[in-house]
């Protein structure tokens, strides 16, 4: 079929800046955590009160922004979400203790949990399933692009507009407000955009058609595909949250390097972690359109990104400082390449009007697991005396369970089957 036309490409763009002022505004607090602990006098454990209140409200938040990006749609539902999140980050500016910070962090995170809902929905407007896969690759690596920005933004602020934090929230807010319009600006369905050619958006539209328009929250948790994707989210989500808060202690504390070298090593990385989720995506498209089912492009893909994580098992017995930095990336590689075809099954499965409530619960399910692993993790750092060992262990098992876990409960990826009553 003819493909003419790429307006369906400055989507992905403006998904992919979402993406990144998304993560700017979730790590702010990590960075200027230093800084504000010694100034408003916090222990360890009212800082880990601070995380773990975004943690639950992003989990909850899932469930409750899943269902609004699907009732109200992916512009008016994520613009909801954008407007909460920003009045939660802009909140930080004004806090003063540790009651008020974990209140603005609830906000932030029920607003943030909008996020993934509405790209995934997104995407499956605008992109036909052999391209969807690489179209969340790219998205999805804007969120290590978020990371890595964190640090230049704070310190462009602070340079140019002064040295106090709480303007920095504020002034940093104004990126969420411009989002905000852009997205109201450009956002539409490929139908009523009117900037998209017949051709195009017989592209995106030759798929064939749904026949239910919507299923219901009570009808989604019974579906066992629901819970394949809720349950490989549990299993995985938490190996980011994993390397997204201890890597920088884990440089530290065994290559001895200064907190500020240690930045030089996530940057890389992360930024090997970008072209596992591009290639990721692009793997998965590039299988289906050569003639493979979504259901084998989708798992084998996975299954080799499961492999790039198994590294992962030697990297505490290396000495050498930038072997397991190449070691650490080739897995945040494989993490995000699994992540961009797990998050391109909920629309292989259900009608585009349920994908939001099925990021929806898989976003819980993995905020739960991160919990988990936060708690964990902990624990066996004190028991093993700061040993990784057992840890990345079960990093490299995960992603092969989840496969699995997959296959089990949807063998086929195949679309669900309702009854009329289903529709809601």
Known sequence: MEKTGRYRWLIVALLFAATTVN??????????????????????????????????????????????????????????????????????????????????????GVGEAGHFPSVVRASSEWFPQKERAYAIGWVNSATTIGVILTAPTIWLCMTLLGPDWRQTFLYTSLLGALLLGLWLWLYSNPRESGKVSDAE??????????KIEKIGWGRIVTKKEAWAFAVAKFLTDPVWFLMLFWLPKYFSTTYGVDMKI???????????????????????????????????????????????VLPLLFVTGIENMWVAVFIIGLALAGHQAFSSNLLSIPPDMFPKRAVGSVIGLGGFMGGVGGMIMAKSTGLVLDATKGNY??????????????????????????PVTMDADAAT
């Open 389 to 414: 060992t057992v840890i990345f262990a079960v990093c490299t098992c995960v992603y092969f369970l989840a496969v699995l876990a997959i296959h089990l409960l949807s063998p086929r990826l195949a």
């Open 23 to 108: 993560y700017i505004d979730r790590t702010m607090l990590g960075l200027l955590a230093p800084e504000l602990g010694k100034e408003l006098q916090w222990n360890e454990n009212d800082y880990g009160d601070i995380v773990m209140a975004f943690q639950a409200a992003y989990a909850i938040g899932f469930l409750i922004m899943g269902w609004m990006v699907d009732r109200f749609g992916p512009k008016i539902g994520y613009a909801i979400a954008i407007s909460i999140w920003t009045v939660g980050h802009a909140a930080h500016g004004f806090a003063s203790s540790v009651t008020s910070f974990m209140a603005a962090r609830v906000v932030l």
């Open 262 to 308: 240690v930045v030089l090593p996530m940057i890389i990385m992360y930024l090997i972690s970008d072209v596992g989720s591009i290639a990721g995506g692009w793997l998965s498209s590039r299988l289906i359109h050569n003639g493979h089912t979504p259901n084998v492009a989708r798992k084998v893909t996975m299954m080799i990104a499961g492999a790039c």
């Open 201 to 210: 958006l017989a592209w995106i539209e030759h798929d064939p058609p749904e």
